[in-house]
């Protein structure tokens, strides 16, 4: 079996939805997160016994929210089927929903059948500490046997305001079980870590080391201008939208603003994220190797 859950998303005509401008997204969250790594495994592993979940929205939850509690009632279902081997895989505030998930499996022991039930292994990308469930999700807990984790390298400046969770493994009083944790940081955005860069989606554009023309630039100063600040803020009494013109850097918004992270870098370091977690699911079986 596979539990999937994705990354925040905003519902439509919240406050969110007209201050980034989803009003109108779509309707089908689902369709419209499939190109996010969570999204990719689930719409292409071959298991059959498999669900997809929203992510909370800006909120924390949202009409849209899955709780672990309802996450454990569906694997339980599963079991129940005869498929006893377990999947969990989540982005963000959803990573660490499965993680909460897999706590609280624990806790349920054993499955109605008697049995003793352990998580095969879980694939998660950049787990961050914003759960309602947080107090669950802080290690990988002890029915996990394999647990791969890529986080964001710190030096990104990527949303500071989000802290990783799932980040250590086995800490508890409880230590019945042995987890491999393999985790492994990457220079991307958070968007990036999720297989949705940020940067790409709002028309910055992608260069390195071609300047743009000075009509092209005042032109993309305007847009990100229309697009992020409405005429402000400032940074150290300069204008910010220059700055981030002149640099090239990723503005994230205003609480958690400036990235050090071109948006070359954040594509170039979304598909390392992917690179190394694919031979992962390959291994598990989660995904088929290629013919």
Known sequence: ???????????????????YDTKFRSGNYAEEKAGSFVGQIYYGSHLQNRRYYQGPDLTGTGPNFI????????????WRQGDHQIFLT????????????????????????????????MF????????????????IPSNVVYCYHAMRDPATNSRR???????????????????????????????????GPWGAKR????????????????????????????GGPKLDGSDLNSWVLSNEFIYEGTIDGITNVTVAQE?????????????????????????
């Not at 802290?163 to 958070?190: E, M, Q, S």
């Not at 594509?267 to 013919?291: I, R, Y």
């Open 161 to 195: 305001s989000f802290g990783n969770c799932g980040d250590i493994a086995n800490v508890g009083w409880d230590l019945k079980g042995v987890t491999y944790y393999v985790p492994r940081k990457f220079y991307t955005t958070h968007g990036g870590m999720g297989g």
């Open 203 to 230: 028309g910055l554009p992608d260069y390195t080391s071609d300047k743009l023309s000075p009509s092209d630039a005042a032109a993309r100063a305007q847009r990100i201008d229309a697009r992020y600040f409405s």
């Open 124 to 139: 998660l990308f950049d787990a961050v500490a914003r759960s309602v469930e947080l107090s669950r999700a802080k290690s």
């Open 267 to 291: 594509k170039a370091g979304s598909q390392a994220v992917h690179d190394w977690m694919w031979p992962f699911l390959k291994k598990h079986h989660v995904l088929l190797p290629a013919k």
């Open 1 to 19: 079996m596979l539990i999937c859950v994705d990354g925040t998303g905003t519902g439509e005509g919240t406050v969110p939805d007209f201050l």
């Open 67 to 78: 709780w672990p509690y309802n996450l454990c009632q569906q694997i339980i279902e599963f």
């Open 90 to 121: 989540g982005w963000s505030r959803g990573a660490a929903i499965v993680i909460a998930t897999a706590a609280i499996l624990a806790d349920l022991q054993p499955m109605p059948d008697g049995q003793i039930a352990t998580i095969e292994a």
